[in-house]
């Protein structure tokens, strides 16, 4: 039987899209908005979806307390109250666009122990959201 | 393929608790779900049927048809029952979300005769649900 945990988090954050790559203009063009100088911020939410094998004595895939604590200090510590371009290492030098977010969180928490970890997908606004299930070939770009 | 999702809630009580683990465990692995005079949660449920619409009705199946089974098959077992006690397909398994996703896959599968079982998702609460697929995926 394939069964997989969904929990979700909320996590508030700001950011800025704008890449070394392109020009001023450049940038402004591909971001609009999202690329004001001074930032802007969202309220996230955060699908973590874990699988494995039921334990019969526990009737549990993984036990909650272990996911949370897992996700509250790999991801909520540090993204949630952020800026994500200037206190989250991995993005001092990448986009931290929804989709690389994505990427980073997926990274954090593949490492969880108790289950395998599916899927994360991120809802930036309540009108978007993106998936990653771990099988990017490039990871962060 | 085209997927049909029909969305039902129940609600219902229950407790996590293994006979096989002490006191102190039971509390512990368990934390507050393990008080024995129990909880409850408004379940929402949501069935998905994998299939291709027959031609003749534009339909994968009469979701009118979905709606009783679900309302005969769910509602009438599980809604405003105790889980531990009243549903004796729950009999010996701790009422997790996990357990309870896929006894009611388990429930399900052989009613749906047009169309696939393809997923049941089940909310404990807005923020955790369970997602069954069988054997499939």
Redesign the interface.
């Known amino acids: 039987m394939k069964l997989e945990l969904h929990r979700r988090y909320r996590f508030s954050a700001a950011h800025r899209l704008w890449s070394p790559r392109f020009t001023g203009t450049e940038n402004r063009q591909l971001y609009g908005k999202c690329a004001n100088p001074y930032g802007h911020g969202h309220n996230y939410t955060l699908d973590v979806a874990v699988t494995g094998p039921v334990d019969p004595s526990t009737g549990m895939i993984a036990n909650l307390a272990d996911v949370d604590a897992f996700v509250q200090r790999e991801v909520l510590e540090v993204f949630d109250h952020r800026n994500l371009n200037t206190e989250v290492p991995a993005f001092r030098d990448r986009v931290p666009t929804a989709e690389n977010l994505c990427v980073e969180i997926f990274a954090r928490l593949k490492r969880f122990p108790g289950a395998r970890l599916v899927s994360v997908r991120l809802e930036e606004t309540g009108f978007n959201s993106f998936e990653y299930q771990g099988d990017s070939q490039g990871g962060l770009s | 393929m085209i997927y049909v999702t029909r969305k039902i809630e129940f609600a219902a009580a229950h407790f996590?608790h293994?006979p096989?683990?002490s006191p102190e465990e039971n509390r512990r692995?368990?934390?507050k779900c393990n008080n024995p005079q129990g909880h409850g949660h408004n379940y929402v449920l949501e069935v998905t049927v994998a299939g291709e619409p027959d031609p003749a009705t534009g339909m994968v199946l009469d979701l009118k048809e979905l709606k009783d089974i679900l309302h005969r098959e769910i509602i009438e077992r599980m809604d405003h029952r105790h889980l531990n006690y009243e549903v004796p397909e729950l009999a010996g398994?701790?009422?997790?979300?996990?357990?309870i996703?896929?006894m009611i896959?388990q429930v399900l599968a052989p009613k749906i005769t047009r169309g696939r079982l393809h997923r049941v998702r089940l909310y404990e609460t807005?923020?955790?649900?369970?997602?069954?697929?069988?054997?499939?995926?």
């Open positions: 996590y293994n096989d683990f692995i368990f934390g398994r701790i009422p997790t979300t996990e357990n996703a896929a896959w807005p923020d955790l649900f369970v997602d069954c697929y069988g054997d499939g995926r």
